[in-house]
């Protein structure tokens, strides 16, 4: 037995000659809410595929909780949105939904899944009428049939307007509140950023980051943005004083580690009156993805 | 079992949703009717009842008409799934690859079979009532039901066959139409040129009739034929199906469908969604 509910290990995937995954190693936990960054073409799908058992592995291995992947076991226990979604636009949302309450074998009450995701008045239009953030949510229906252990979302954001973001992560933090284990793959940075425990970073198939944000902050040691208003024509004596860059006439950019943040601080402070205005930016999530997407660092 | 029949209803409330159940029956019917009174003259002649006649003409519009129908419905059955993103969604779900083609395959081949006995059934109806029907030509009539339905299976399962083989639905109803051209017609084609060619020789005599049965289409085409005098002596197509033991047709008819429903459950294996 396990404590983790799904468990990557060594995983790799070669199509042809290029390697799309390459020893990637990955857990998480019942409960544990991970979001999965990287470009297009980083494997994240591909990755997700490789857990759901559709796509086959070269090396390593997958576990859904005790099970392999593609098994009966693994497959009644796995929720999955795939990317931008859809149906058959002949079938009503009630239909559909239907059809996978009876795959999973289980007794679902589709109409109080279909009003939770907000598609309660249009359950028995056809899908075929619907905008793309209505499938988006009947997709997510179908992820919360039959309490999932694992649940696998693929750009669940996509298509929803910033109204159904908040209410998508409302749902997945009541998934996870219920011991599901999700891994949500996205391009949404900022939402990520408030809404998951924790943070894995493929970069060309390689895992090139695994923390919470504040322990990837600290590591990547990325620079704090002071932008400094100067009064008048003094900019460029506050820039030469204080070792930043004038971006135009009246503003200078300093860009400063965690440790010397503070230093700089007070000495433009200690500037006086020269100094209007001080706006402080601290590193994103969006900084600290490039610095692990883009410059390689470990 | 209740997966299997999860996929096979919803498939079917498809194609009524989406009218295709009452399109195909109509065409059927309409095709039927029309061939049944165009082709109500030769009846005294001949020496048959109108329904002998009728059946003759239909076997020959089965030929082309079921294995089209069979086409329009399946060329989409896998393709259009991966195409809409849904069949990656579908197969994480506890239901075989084998149960779904299976599901999607047993409501289709229902929508078939009700459009085939409908448009057959009332066209031999009619026929029976204005020029006279016996026994033999109600089995003939049977016949022609139960074997444009054996048809309609065959192309079916090739239908998922290039279905799985094809990136997109429009490829896959590309595939569907060049199968179709080739089973249909061109393989008939080939096989007169060298029956032309030929002569008379061991070519006519001994090898073509088994290629020509070989081919399922054919195979329709010799069964109903060869078995009812009266649809031999009113289509006037005696000649190289008499040479062949009567159980060549049918056996070839019988073993397509699982044939081509095998190799459309290999492709179906092979689709990484």
């Not at chain 1, 000659?17 to 470009?39: C, F, I, M, Q, Y």
């Not at chain 2, 033991?245 to 294996?269: H, V």
Request: some cysteine; charged content about 20%; overall charge neutral.
């Amino acid at each position: 037995m396990t404590d983790s509910a799904l468990t990557i290990e060594h995983v790799r995937k070669d199509r042809g000659k290029t390697t799309v995954l390459d020893d990637v190693s990955l857990r998480v936990a019942p409960g544990e809410r991970v979001a999965l960054l990287g470009h297009n073409g980083a494997g994240k799908s591909t990755l997700i595929k490789t857990i759901l058992g559709l796509t086959p592995l070269t090396d390593g291995q997958i576990r859904i909780g005790d099970a392999k992947p593609g098994s009966a076991v693994a497959r009644r226990t796995t929720a999955y949105l795939p990317e931008a979604v859809s149906f058959h636009p002949a079938l009503t949302g009630r239909e559909q939904l239907q059809l996978f309450a009876r795959l999973d074998g289980q007794k679902a009450d589709i109409t109080g899944l279909l009003d939770r995701v907000g598609l309660g008045d249009a359950m028995d239009r056809r899908i075929g009428a619907y905008s793309k953030g209505m499938r988006q949510r009947l997709g997510l229906a179908q992820v919360l049939l039959g309490n999932p252990k694992v649940a696998l979302l693929d750009e669940p954001t996509s298509g929803l307007d910033p109204i159904s973001r908040q209410d998508l992560y409302a749902i997945i933090d009541e998934l996870a509140a219920n011991g599901t284990a999700v891994l949500i793959a996205s391009h949404a940075l900022t939402e990520v950023e408030a809404q998951t425990d924790r943070i894995a970073i493929l970069r060309k198939g390689i895992k090139v980051a695994d923390d919470t944000l504040e322990n990837l902050s600290a590591q990547a040691g990325l620079p704090t943005k002071l932008r400094i208003r100067a009064s008048g024509d003094h900019a460029d004596e506050v820039a030469e004083a204080t070792g930043g860059t004038r971006i135009n006439c009246a503003s200078v950019e300093i860009l400063c580690t965690p440790d010397r943040k503070m230093e700089a601080l007070r000495r433009v402070a200690a500037m006086g009156e020269v100094i209007t205005d001080i706006e402080m930016t601290p590193p994103r999530l969006e900084d600290l993805y490039r610095h692990y997407a883009k410059e390689g660092a470990q | 079992m209740t997966r299997f029949l999860a996929i096979a209803s919803t498939e079917m409330l498809i194609l009524r949703r989406n009218r295709w159940l009452l399109m195909a029956t109509v065409i059927m019917l309409l095709f039927a009717l029309a061939l049944t009174f165009a082709g109500s003259a030769p009846t005294g002649s001949v020496g048959v009842d109108m329904l002998t006649v009728s059946v003759t003409s239909m076997t020959t519009l089965s030929v082309y008409l079921a294995p089209l129908l069979a086409l329009m419905i399946s060329f989409d059955a896998i393709a259009g799934e991966a195409e809409r993103g849904s069949l990656s969604l579908l197969l994480s779900y506890p239901a075989g690859r084998g149960e779904i083609l299976l599901g999607k395959f047993a409501a289709h081949l229902a929508a078939l079979a009700f459009a085939m006995t409908v448009g057959f059934g009332a066209a031999g109806a009619i026929a029976a009532w204005f020029g006279g029907a016996g026994a033999e030509s109600l089995t003939a009539l049977a016949r022609l039901i139960g074997t444009s339905i054996l048809l309609g299976a065959v192309f079916l399962a090739l239908g998922y066959l290039v279905s799985a083989l094809s990136r997109s639905a429009t490829a896959a109803a590309g595939l569907s139409a060049g199968l179709w051209l080739v089973f249909v017609v061109l393989y008939d084609l080939g096989l007169l040129g060298a029956v032309v060619m030929d002569g008379s020789g061991t070519f006519t005599r001994s090898i073509f009739p088994w290629l020509m049965v070989a081919n399922p289409a054919d195979a329709f085409r010799v069964w109903n034929i060869s078995a009812s005098d009266g649809v031999a002596m009113a289509s006037g197509m005696v000649g190289a199906a008499q040479t062949l033991p009567a159980w060549a047709a049918p056996l070839s008819l019988a073993l397509w469908p699982l044939l081509a429903f095998a190799l459309a459950r290999a492709a179906f294996k092979r689709v990484e969604p």
